[in-house]
């Protein structure tokens, strides 16, 4: 019973193309984010959601739109995807969205873009 | 501007000995740091955290030591097990703001 599932695990398309990934916890938390890690294995937060409201927006085009059905899901939209946008996409949740709270991650989304 | 650095990309060390892994930061305002543990083809998980207002915070094998007038903290893993193996990520916070800004990590090879 995984505590944060994410799919697919692979995703492999082509330029130009809208995709989706799914997230999903089932720890009872309230907060969930995406990071992004690239080729350089940079780490990095995109989006942060506590109970289905957008906390946390960083610089990322608006071609990325997350979405939050309810509290124990949080999925990633893309559009148009551009090569750049290939990388490792991190769903995470943590109880409460504070500092000490750790987060707990999914396996990861590898998207690559051709 | 990379905020959290990890300056050895990886580290080999012997079943048995410590290992150190070392983490510098930029921003004074930091007051929050985590490591976590990455193996292959899985998420980054949760290994042991100090707030600013301590300098050791311990947890069975793991000891993290912050150094905050050289904005410099490190993680002693004793002894050093080959399951141990995994990238090591170091993480800083504001306190009450989770928005963690990682480093780019450290792989920890343990032989037997």
């Known amino acids: 019973d995984t505590a944060v599932s994410q799919t697919p695990k692979y995703l492999v398309t082509q330029m130009g193309n809208d995709k989706s990934i799914k997230c999903e916890q089932n720890?009872?938390?309230?907060?969930m984010y995406w990071y992004k890690q690239d080729s350089k294995k940079f780490l990095k937060i995109m989006f942060s959601?506590?109970?289905?409201?957008?906390?946390i927006n960083e610089t990322v085009p608006n071609r990325f739109s997350p979405k939050s059905p309810d509290k124990a899901h949080l999925n990633l939209h893309i559009n148009s995807l551009e090569l750049g946008d290939s990388a490792v996409y991190f769903c995470?949740?943590?109880?409460?969205?504070?500092?000490?709270?750790?987060?707990?991650f999914g396996n990861g989304t590898r998207l690559t873009v051709t | 501007d990379q905020q959290v650095k990890q300056n050895s990309p990886s580290l080999s060390v012997q079943e048995g000995r410590i290992s150190i892994l070392n983490c510098d930061y930029t921003?004074?305002?930091?007051?929050?740091f985590l490591w976590y543990k990455k193996y292959p083809a899985e998420g980054p998980t949760f290994l042991i955290s100090?707030?600013?207002?301590?300098d050791k915070n311990e947890d069975g094998r793991f000891t993290v030591f912050l150094n905050k007038s050289a904005k410099h903290l490190s993680l002693h893993i004793v002894p050093s097990q080959p399951g141990d193996s995994a990238v090591y990520f170091c993480?800083?916070?504001?306190?009450?703001?989770?928005?963690?800004?990682f480093g780019t990590g450290t792989r920890l090879l343990v032989s037997p």
């Open positions: 921003n004074s305002m930091f007051d929050y």
């Open positions: 720890l009872g938390h309230d907060t």
């Open positions: 995470a949740s943590s109880q409460d969205g504070s500092s000490n709270s750790p987060l707990h």
């Open positions: 993480a800083a916070a504001f306190t009450g703001f989770q928005k963690l800004v």
């Open positions: 100090i707030s600013s207002i301590k």
């Open positions: 959601y506590n109970n289905k409201e957008l906390i």
